[in-house]
């Protein structure tokens, strides 16, 4: 899809080419996003920019008028952030222009590119940098069509059509699933935290986002308040861990002791004073916190960080599965992109010629036409314009349906024949604030 | 069997297949498809009894219109509560019950023989078939939550996803439909007795014909459910297969009531 001149060029940073020490030197606060900005459109060939800043890539999104000049500048922006040497950025960054920097970022939006594929944060990120973008000026018709118009979209579609984000693929989020699958609507719902590790604290939080009660239980009752404080959970005496066990619905046990803490005795003893509530338990401990033979009572559904890990794992599989397909509806929409920019380019050109033979017909037909009434000059300038509709209709259907390679040097044939003075695909209302500036400073 | 009779039937069959499709993995998307075949199923059942009724044959009058009026009670139940819960693994198993029941109401030979009603007998029918259509609803719930309650136990994430009603709500919506069934059952029970005892029918040749034997029975099953679940806290699995016992108890009254008047 060379040459469809779209004139974007990427240059950035990832987790495929840059360790975190990399990465991490060139991190932007949110609050310097405006600063970082405005550093790259002062860049002389810059004229529309946007940065996507993530903790996996920092990506920078720029409409140029001449790419070998503002990726060298940009390379250097780069390289002044992170306080290294441009020569020893160079290895970690990678550039991509035209129509492979719209396929990097539709794959970005989409997801295709992310450390974990599928995951849902990344389509968020991209908005936001778009959005800080247009927020400070730097984003004008291109990065508005590339974004709004292409990323946006593809990242929808292919969220609808396939698979890619529906299961989860993390141990927390797939605890997390199991227990909807037995309690339901976790609002109202009591969850027990037996111990403190770091993988029940992420379960934890996204119970507590759905409107769980989180109760806290730990050997230690000043690391369970500790831990609580960080939740707004309650706090339960250990010796009532009985007490606790009846009244939760789903148990998140995590401690770090070498024998199970809920033993099979304790989880019967629960399970009778339940009187048949359904109680879920999430062991995301190692060792085992939960007696693996409470699982199979009735009633009792126990979910343990092999079956947890089992089913991330699935997911993962899946997820790449459904990555070809989502990489099918990319490159539909790279063509369907590149056709419709292909014709807005085209557009001021055929507008224009046809404004060129239209104005020659109008003076010869006003030159022949002395002496003859309204009526029959009317007859003669329709006659005049329809025979150049049809003379102009073969070459515009050839432009159209021209191989993209060859369209930019068609259009230039044609203005050169014809003197038509060239014309931009971007209407110059749309062009960034920035732009104006750099006018009125000459630069 | 009418062109509307037909028609209802093919709007079922239709909704029934998306309903298994999705079960077995077809996308979410279908389930909308299926969802307004069921509409439209209700809606054409709805006027097919309104037509019947309007040629003389109420809902009430024979075993297979009283069967024809569960169906269609089943449908519109499961189709109002699909509205509010996700039930779609409920509609792999309840919407293929109700298209059996049509079928086997409209293509059973007429009743050779049909007591003589009587306002008790209407009642007694009304009631009973309300009561049916309640508990099969109940016996759908159970069925789907002894499959939900079997993927969670082997871990199977994506099959407890595919039925998509969590444990509990399935258990919750299965005791109300119990609890609302059984008085309606345990009136058609009360009303049935007087009804068959002024015919003179309670002792058919003798002795006391098997159907009444086994209602009562299905009677004290409902009976032990609601007492245990109050008293002894008998939830999930258990009332589960309690549910489907019952159930199959006012099938089996059905099916000797219906084999003994076609007869």
């Known amino acids: 899809m060379a040459g469809a001149n779209i004139d974007l060029l990427l240059v950035g940073v990832s987790h495929r080419t840059a360790p975190v020490a990399v990465r991490e030197r060139l991190a932007v606060e949110p609050d310097a996003v405006a600063a970082a900005l405005a550093e790259l459109t002062a860049i002389g060939p810059v004229r529309e920019a946007a940065m996507l800043a993530t903790c996996n890539r920092v990506e920078l999104y720029v409409a140029v008028d001449d790419p070998d000049r503002a990726a060298a500048g940009l390379a250097e922006v780069l390289a002044r952030r992170a306080g290294v040497a441009v020569g020893d950025l160079a290895e970690h960054l990678y550039q991509h222009r035209d129509a492979a920097a719209l396929r990097h970022l539709f794959r970005v939006a989409s997801s295709l590119d992310s450390l974990v594929v599928g995951e849902p944060q990344i389509l968020g990120q991209t908005k936001q940098a778009y959005e800080a973008a247009v927020q400070h000026g730097t984003a004008g018709a291109v990065l508005r069509t590339c974004f709004e118009e292409g990323a946006f979209r593809v990242a929808r579609r292919v969220r609808r059509e396939t698979a890619i984000a529906r299961n989860p693929v993390s141990v927390s989020s797939v605890a997390v699933d199991f227990a909807r699958q037995v309690v339901g609507d976790f609002a109202r719902r009591h969850v027990l935290i037996v111990g403190a590790g770091k993988m029940s604290e992420l379960a934890a939080r996204t119970l507590r986002t759905h409107g769980a009660t989180l109760t806290v ?22 010796n009532d861990l009985r007490g606790a066990l009846i009244a939760a619905d789903i148990v998140i046990a995590s401690t770090g002791a070498q024998r199970p803490v809920l033993t099979l005795d304790l989880i019967k003893e629960v399970r009778k004073a339940r009187r048949g509530r359904q109680l879920c338990l999430l062991d995301i401990g190692v060792p085992r916190d939960v007696d693996p033979a409470a699982g199979e009572l009735a009633d009792i ?21 459904e990555a070809a397909e989502a990489e099918t509806v990319v490159e539909e929409e790279l063509a369907r992109f590149v056709k419709r920019w292909r014709s807005r380019q085209l557009g001021p050109m055929v507008s224009a010629l046809q404004a060129h033979f239209q104005t020659i017909a109008r003076a010869e037909v006003q030159r022949v036409s002395g002496g003859v009434d309204e009526k029959e000059k009317k ?24 191989d993209p390679d060859e369209v930019l040097s068609l259009v230039q044939a044609a203005q050169r024949l014809f003197s038509l003075s060239p014309v931009a695909a971007v209407p110059a209302e749309d062009a960034p604030a920035v732009n104006a500036e750099k006018k009125a400073t000459g630069s | 069997m009418s062109t509307l009779t037909w028609h209802e039937v093919g709007a079922y069959a239709i909704a029934a297949f998306i309903y298994l499709a999705h079960l077995v993995g077809l996308r979410r998307s279908a389930v909308t498809g299926g969802q307004i075949m069921l509409g439209v199923g209700v809606a054409l059942h709805f006027a097919d009894i309104g037509v ?91 069925i789907v939550y002894l ?117």
């Not at chain 1, 126990?302 to 790449?320: N, P």
């Not at chain 2, 009670?73 to 109002?80: C, D, I, K, S, T």
């Open chain 2, 147 to 263: 499959f939900q309650d079997r993927s969670l136990k082997r871990k199977q994430l994506d099959r407890a996803e595919a039925v998509g009603t969590p444990l509990e709500t399935l258990d919750r919506l299965a005791h109300r439909c119990v609890s609302i069934g059984f008085p309606v059952f345990t009136l058609a029970i009360v009303t049935g007795a007087i009804w068959v005892a002024r015919l003179g029918l309670l002792h058919g040749h003798g002795t006391l014909r098997p159907e009444y034997l086994i209602a009562v029975g299905t009677w004290i099953a409902f009976a032990v459910l609601i007492i245990a679940r109050v008293g002894a806290g008998w939830r999930g699995r258990r009332a589960a297969w309690l549910t489907l016992g019952g159930f199959g108890g006012t099938a089996l009254v059905v099916a000797a009531y219906f084999i003994r008047h076609a007869a």
């Open chain 2, 52 to 142: 019947r009724c309007y040629h003389g044959t109420t809902p009430i009058s024979s075993t297979p219109e009283a069967m024809s009026f569960a169906a269609f009670l089943v449908a519109g139940v499961y189709l109002l509560t699909s509205l509010r819960y996700k039930l779609t693994a409920a509609g792999a198993f309840a919407v293929p019950a109700v298209v059996a029941l049509i079928l086997l109401a409209r293509l059973a030979p007429a009743e050779a023989s049909v007591p003589t009603m009587g306002r008790l007998g209407q009642a007694h029918i009304l009631l009973a078939t309300l009561g049916v259509a309640v508990f099969a609803f109940a016996a759908v719930l159970a």
């Open chain 1, 217 to 238: 239980i730990n050997r230690t009752r000043a690391r369970a308040e500790e831990l609580a404080k960080r939740f707004g959970a309650d706090v339960a005496d250990w």
């Open chain 1, 379 to 402: 007859a003669r300038l329709d006659l005049v314009e329809g025979a150049i509709k049809k003379l102009l209709h073969l070459p515009m259907t050839a432009l159209r349906e021209a």
């Open chain 1, 301 to 321: 559904y126990l979910f343990d960080i092999d079956a947890l890990q089992h089913q991330a794992s699935a997911h993962r599989a899946e997820r790449e599965e």
